[in-house]
């Protein structure tokens, strides 16, 4: 009985919907938007269809989501502004589940 319990309870852990859908995407940056909370918005110049929601895709550095700290975000932002400036490619990765494109990761090409 105890076995099939916690069977059952990793199961319904593993098909869970709480795993972030990944995906990435490579462009210039076309704009950078900081937000009052900390976190920023990166428009790319290319738009992507793996980012559901209208055109452009607006792709969130947001503290608190998709694994991001303050510390990550102010890194990041440092990042974004490094590439947009001379108009250097950016890679984001983010998460494809949610409108927002919560980014994870980018580095600069």
């Known amino acids: 009985m105890y076995f099939r319990m916690v069977f059952l309870t990793l199961l319904t852990i593993a098909c869970s919907n709480s795993y972030v859908a990944a995906a ?4 210039t940056v076309k704009s950078v938007y900081p937000l009052s ?7 790319l110049t290319n738009d992507t269809s793996t980012c559901p929601g209208a055109s ?4 969130f550095v947001t503290p608190g989501q998709n694994s ?3 510390d990550g975000a102010k ?3 440092a990042t974004a502004l490094t590439a947009f400036a001379p108009g250097s490619s950016l890679a984001l990765s983010f ?3 949610t409108t927002y ?3 994870n ?3 600069m090409q």
């Open 24 to 27: 990435l995407v490579q462009s």
């Open 37 to 43: 909370d900390g976190s920023f918005v990166i428009i």
């Open 56 to 59: 452009p895709k607006y792709f």
């Open 68 to 70: 991001m700290t303050l």
């Open 75 to 77: 890194a990041m932002l």
């Open 95 to 97: 998460d494809d589940a």
């Open 101 to 103: 494109c919560y980014v």
């Open 105 to 107: 990761r980018i580095s």
